[in-house]
């Protein structure tokens, strides 16, 4: 790792990071889209030979009910234990989540408020090139769940024999994901986004995948929605003197597992960074020194990392500064890996800074928002004024009429 100090201009590099473009990747994944579009489950079928290398029929392009049932026979027998444990972590966190629709009225008859409607179908990737993301599915169907999106499709690229994870399958079983797909890529978000003979059009794309899947939800948003394009994984980890480094040491590492992650270490301990430095030399990321735990916490809202642990003495001090994080980590015995696997927030975060303005994926996310609105004869009286006032200003004289011809 290295080691700079908190002024270091080196760390311009680490604020001002994105999300990567690439020219070549752009228009690679603008004609896929565009090849989907026009020629649907064909398109499909091409690019799966041709990226996955793996020869399917349009009748096998949606996983059947057989070889779901067969996923069984390929798990552990403890799995299914361990994953009642977890949903009910998550339902638990994503109930206090939920917001219901509301209405107030006031002595003139004014009726105000919001209904909260979920979406009717919702689009899920789940990547599966590196390593299978089973923690994905319950990561992102759970909350649509708790939301009652209607209907649910999940998308995954097939391995070479054809076939998608049997984690991935049992787990979308038991939690009644409606639909799967062995299609990957940016071929599977084009597919979500608009259809064809075989996969349903939805509402909605969420969950994480390579730079062409980030690009391809990019270039279909506004045709669908989108959860948020998401990059490389960050972990930005603040520490002091009380902690103990093995704690770091670890977590550094861990987070050397995903290709082209950021790791980053701010501390005011010159001797924790040296001990720190000794033992991940090897292990790709920064190092930052301060002065005291404030210009710490200045520095990880900079950043805006997607984790952020804080291993001080004191966490709670410290969190009351924190604006900018996908989620944050409290004290030494909360690793970014319980919000990987088996709490309750989704680890589906914002990346590449994107923290400054967005948030985790929530149960809100798979919900829309109508507002309600509803006047008395007496309560459209008293705003005529202003109305008035502001139409003329516009100049849409019809507006003012459409009021005027109530009283008529």
Not at 318 to 332: E, Y
Request: glycine share 8%; charged share 25%.
């Amino acid at each position: 790792m290295k080691t700079v100090r908190f002024t270091s201009k080196k760390l311009e590099k680490v604020y001002n990071r994105g999300f990567i473009k690439s020219r070549r990747v752009e228009e690679k994944v603008r004609r896929i889209l565009n090849d989907v579009r026009l020629f649907g489950d064909e398109a499909l079928i091409k690019y799966t030979r041709q990226f996955d290398g793996v020869k399917l029929l349009p009748r096998q392009l949606k996983v059947s009910e057989i070889e779901i049932s067969g996923a069984y026979q390929n798990i552990s027998q403890n799995f299914v234990s361990s994953l009642k444990v977890i949903i009910e972590n998550i339902n638990k966190f994503y109930r206090k989540t939920i917001k219901k629709s509301w209405r107030m009225k006031d002595a003139d008859g004014v009726i105000l408020g919001e209904n909260y409607i979920p979406l009717d179908k919702v689009g899920i990737y789940i990547p599966a090139g590196t390593a299978p993301l089973v923690s994905t599915v319950y990561m992102t169907v759970l909350p649509a769940k708790m939301a009652q999106v209607k209907n649910i499709v999940l998308v995954s690229p097939p391995d070479k024999n054809g076939f998608i994870n049997p984690h991935i399958l049992v787990v979308a079983d038991l939690l009644k994901v409606d639909e799967i797909y062995r299609v990957g890529g940016a071929q599977a978000i084009a597919a979500l986004a608009y259809g064809t003979k075989t996969i349903p059009r939805v509402d909605k794309i969420v969950g994480p995948g390579n730079i062409y899947v980030s690009e391809a939800k990019r270039q279909v948003f506004g045709s669908v929605d989108i959860d948020m394009i998401a990059g490389p994984t960050e972990l930005v980890i603040i520490a002091n003197r009380h902690c103990d480094p093995k704690f770091i040491i670890a977590d550094l590492k861990a987070q050397a597992e995903h290709s082209g992650g950021l790791a980053v270490l701010v501390t005011n301990s010159k001797s924790l960074a040296r001990e720190i430095n000794s033992q991940c030399q090897d292990t790709p990321g920064y190092i930052v020194l301060t002065k005291n735990l404030e210009q710490a916490v200045d520095i990880a809202n900079k950043i805006a990392p997607e984790h952020l642990e804080i291993l001080a003495k004191n966490p709670q001090r410290l969190l009351k500064g924190i604006k900018n994080a996908g989620a944050v980590f409290l004290g030494h015995y909360s690793p970014t890996a319980v919000g990987d696997y088996v709490t309750g927030p989704s680890h589906v975060l914002p990346t590449a800074g994107t923290a400054r303005f967005f948030s985790g994926l929530s149960a809100l996310d798979f919900m829309k928002t109508s507002h309600v609105i509803g006047y008395s004869r007496k309560a459209l009286e008293k705003i005529k004024e202003p109305l008035e006032k502001i139409a003329g200003i516009e100049g849409l004289c019809k507006h003012l009429d459409s009021v005027k011809a109530r009283f008529d």
